[in-house]
């Protein structure tokens, strides 16, 4: 189904609006008799003139400016004028009877739209198929993004690729579902191709779980796009997009499936480069040392307050760019640091910390987000300078676990800046989860929430939370902790709580952490309901964009 996820009408500065009805009738005059026009004729919704319509839609949330529109039809016609539509959110399954809606509605609005964000969402990703892609997508908690299980899966794929195997059969559902994504994508881009007045292109793919090695991605794209003309007529629509566009001030492309490449950026034109606000290229499937802006590239863009890269393509150099002074304060940067990236490109480029001090000195306002997927403790402990302002940190992994060392180092060097920090471990193996604790002696997240006093979200899961640590950090951070989730089976006890008779251990730690933080609390019970634990990829890319506009 295709979802309106928003489309706002322009703000209104002053005084609120008069309700719709006193507007059309302050508009039309004195009223005559009920049903009836000076000149006595019977008169109804329409006959009321096209200005006036729209201007009663400009008062209605799109839902019920949909519903208006079907009183008649000449209020269709009045449904999709330019004004009524300035943003255009989407979410879009990836099904085929997604198409004719998405083409009549991009038809209608993609040529004049100011701002447009398109979801392709993955809740209808195939869960059973003779591939090592099923098997991933049945994992625990991995529907949905580009994690461990799916490289582990694809890794082994190229192993036995290259050990002369067989490769693996293809699901005739995940051909028609990367099918279909292609359709959808052409149609989105090609209806904007021509649009002068965009100003936001944001696109977000959770296909990109398709991406991880070439040997399943390209067997796959083999199949769909055997001669490769629907990707390169995607890759080509999109820098006409960049290169037709007078006004694009914010351009976010995460996790699509090969839409932007290394030479994309070089179709915006200098006046609009020099004068782009956020930049966001996130994709997982350029190989080998490739990036996709360079610091040469970057130079450019003198006018951006947030930015968004995969970690290995922000560079030392990069870092040197900016912290320039004609370039003007970066407010915001998101860092994806991802096991495969390292694998294929290192750390050998990255900002060392004199590097962060003058970018800092240059952007005296700079906070930084960094998600890291599977990425070992020993590159961490390289990558997280001192220097770094480092307000949000989000951990996600399958296979390697964070260690109580790097949480440590956290908490003492980014006491001043840390708000939020999520850490989770979606292991498959539920019978025991890493301690951070373990020959400490203090637990590490309770010295997280006493240093960093502007913690106000922690979330953790598949890691061992102690019953009476959990209450230390309640009471430690108190009502400024707005968030603190712990999934149930996170949470152990020791044996003296186990062992009093006259005391439920578990009613005890949710009245004390109530007690603590000062409002009802309760474990997470089921771990589907929170995106933050099931959707990694997607929740990242949700949080990098309200992070950006945050500024």
């Not at 003198?302 to 290995?312: E, I, K, P």
């Not at 940067?333 to 294929?344: G, Q």
């Not at 005890?508 to 009802?520: A, K, T």
């Amino acid at each position: 189904m295709l979802l309106f996820l928003s489309q706002e009408p322009e703000a209104r500065p002053g005084p609120p609006p008069p309700p719709p009805v006193a507007a059309a009738a302050a508009a039309a005059g004195p009223v005559p008799a009920a049903g009836m026009s000076v000149c006595g004729e019977a008169v109804g919704a329409g006959s009321l003139p096209s200005e006036l319509v729209v201007h009663i839609f400009s008062f209605l949330a799109g839902p019920d400016r949909l519903r208006a529109s079907a009183a008649c039809s000449h209020w269709r016609e009045c449904l999709f004028y330019p004004a009524l539509w300035p943003r255009l959110r989407l979410s879009l399954r990836v099904s085929p009877a997604e198409r004719p809606r998405l083409e009549f509605l991009m038809r209608k609005c993609g040529w004049f739209v100011r701002e447009l964000r398109v979801q392709f969402a993955a809740d209808n990703y195939p869960s059973a198929c003779p591939s090592p892609a099923a098997a991933v997508t049945g994992g625990a908690a991995g529907g949905g993004g580009c994690e461990g299980p799916v490289a582990a899966a694809a890794a082994s794929a190229a192993e036995a690729g290259g050990a002369g195997e067989a490769p693996p059969p293809l699901c005739p559902r995940w051909l028609d579902l990367l099918r279909t994504y292609l359709e959808l994508v052409l149609c989105v881009l090609s209806s904007v191709r021509n649009n002068r007045n965009l100003q936001k292109l944001s696109l977000f793919g959770d296909i990109s779980i398709l991406q991880q090695h070439g040997s399943i991605s390209n067997t796959y794209l083999g199949k769909v796009d055997p001669d490769g003309k629907k990707i390169k007529q995607i890759q080509q629509l999109f820098e006409e997009i960049l290169g037709n566009s007078r006004q694009l001030k914010w351009l976010s492309c995460g996790f699509m499936l090969q839409i932007v490449t290394p030479t994309s950026l070089a179709s915006l034109s200098n006046p609009i480069a020099n004068t782009m606000e956020h930049l966001s290229l996130l994709d997982n499937h350029i190989p080998g040392n490739t990036t996709l802006i360079t610091a040469v590239e970057l130079e450019r863009f003198v006018n951006l307050r947030s930015l968004a890269l995969d970690f290995c393509d922000f560079t030392a150099e990069m870092a040197r760019v900016l912290a320039d002074s004609n370039h003007v304060p970066l407010h915001r940067l998101s860092l994806l640091v991802h096991s495969v990236s390292i694998m294929h490109k290192s750390l050998d480029s990255m900002p060392e910390d004199e590097n962060w001090k003058a970018l800092t000195r240059n952007s005296t306002n700079l906070r930084v987000y960094i998600m890291a997927f599977d990425v070992k403790s020993d590159d961490m402990l390289r990558i997280l300078k001192p220097s770094i302002p480092l307000e949000r940190i989000h951990f996600d992994s399958y296979i390697t676990c964070v260690s109580g060392a790097v949480v440590d180092l956290i908490s003492r060097q980014y006491d001043k800046f840390l708000t939020h920090f999520i850490l989770m471990n979606d292991v498959i193996d539920m019978s025991g989860f890493p301690d951070l604790s373990d020959n400490l002696n203090e637990d590490p997240l309770v010295l997280l929430a006493w240093r960093c006093t502007r913690l106000s979200l922690l979330a953790v899961h598949g890691y061992t939370v102690w019953a009476h640590n959990l209450i230390a950090i309640a009471r430690l951070r108190g009502s400024d902790l707005k968030v603190l989730e712990v999934t149930e089976e996170s949470i152990d006890f020791d044996q003296g709580e186990l062992a009093d008779q006259d005391v439920d251990p578990v009613h005890n730690l949710i009245e004390q952490v109530s007690l603590g933080l000062g409002r009802p609390w309760h474990a997470v019970m089921d771990i589907e309901l929170l995106s933050v634990f099931t959707e990694p990829t997607r929740h990242f890319y949700r949080e990098m964009q309200s992070f950006s506009e945050g500024i």
